[in-house]
């Protein structure tokens, strides 16, 4: 196999230059027919890889194609650095790597072939440091061995490392990567982590996903958005912190007896059996236990309170619902 020049330094090291910041304030956007995608949304992200968390249609890549400039926001503003990407999204657009959610690919160029093709348009016209970075990102990602193969042919995780280089294509300090690992199996998963851990250092990484587990793995930073409305910011550890002690399981059977304010988080099937995960100031009832909450409980948890908590401090400041009534709903399972 042919190894690239050791002596250019892998495309993200390049882009290495200091911190970068990406400001989204005040961030709405409302579809034909009055369907609100974002309601206020504020963020404030720094170099490391940042996990955004929602359910479907909670508006995650609205925000990833708003900060991707591929398309217009209503209110608000988004900056990174000193640009203001909606004023002037070109200098930014230099600057900016995106894998789109779907990420279509050419019948029949190979790998090799169809990142030559995507520098070029992306206006790398000098062919020598072209070939010399397009060889050091199929290297990085892996793909080197195959690069004359097509990537019509390439199995999904190769797809998405595909994805992952031609993103990585002129250097970007933004990267913005719209649930990557939906499909994959879990040895190509981590390849996939591996890879955007690598990478983060030196700039700003957006990662969009369902997957709660990537976020926990990967991120210093997350965010959840339901509904358009940013519920959470802050550490994972910070969603976490939320439920110490907080936390109680029960059968189906014992959580349909909740006593009032509990709020119902999920239902996890252990060993074939089910097990109603709920939070509670104090043990909700008989046939209930105390619990260890992770990064799904505080998931759920921000879902069912369904108000901002901006950086992780502070009470949620929600009254509590009517928890028995979800305890008894979620126990006919
Ligand atoms: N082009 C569009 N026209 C009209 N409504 C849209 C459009 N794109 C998204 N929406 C709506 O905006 C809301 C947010 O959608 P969006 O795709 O941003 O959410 P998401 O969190 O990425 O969802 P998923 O996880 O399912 O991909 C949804 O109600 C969706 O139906």
């Known amino acids: 196999m042919t190894t690239p020049d050791r002596a250019a330094q892998p495309a993200s090291r390049a882009a290495a230059g200091g911190e970068n910041r990406l400001i989204i304030h005040n961030v709405g956007k409302t579809y034909r027919r009055g369907r609100r995608a974002l309601d206020s949304v504020t963020l404030s992200l720094g170099n490391g890889l940042f996990g955004l968390l929602g359910p479907n249609g909670a508006g995650k890549s609205t925000l990833m194609r708003s900060v991707a400039t591929l398309q217009r926001i209503d209110t608000g503003s988004i900056r990174f650095n000193d640009i203001d990407t909606q004023q ?16 279509g690919v050419y019948p029949g160029l190979s790998a090799v072939r169809l990142l030559d093709y995507l520098a070029i348009v992306k206006g790398f016209t ?7 970075q397009i060889d050091q990102l199929l290297e990085r990602t892996g793909l080197f061995a195959d690069r004359h193969a097509a990537v019509s042919e390439y199995s999904g995780g190769m797809r998405q490392r595909f994805g992952i280089a031609q993103a990585l294509l002129g250097q970007p300090r933004l990267l913005v990567v719209d649930e990557p690992t939906a499909g994959l199996d879990p040895s190509e998963r981590n390849r996939f982590h591996q890879l955007l851990c690598g990478l983060s250092e030196q700039m700003v990484v957006l990662l969009s996903t369902h997957i709660v587990d990537d976020v926990r793995n990967l991120c210093r930073q997350m965010a959840v958005l339901d509904h358009g409305r940013l519920r959470f910011s802050g550490t994972p550890e910070a969603l976490v912190q939320r439920l110490r002690g907080r936390l ?45 909450a992770d990064l799904e409980d505080g998931y759920f948890h921000v879902l069912a309170c369904g108000d901002a908590e901006v950086d992780g401090s502070g009470p949620s400041g929600v009254d509590d619902r009517d928890g028995s009534r979800s305890c008894e709903a979620a126990s006919r399972v």
């Open 126 to 132: 000098d062919a020598r440091p072209r070939r010399m």
């Open 248 to 292: 109680w399981t029960a059968s189906p059977e014992a959580a349909r007896a909740a006593g009032p304010g509990c709020r119902l988080l999920s239902t996890r099937i252990i060993g074939g059996a089910a097990r109603i995960r709920v939070s509670a100031e104090a043990c909700p009832g008989a046939g209930f236990e105390t619990a260890q």
């Open 88 to 103: 002037d999204p070109g200098p930014l657009r230099a600057q900016l790597g995106y894998l789109p959610q779907d990420f």
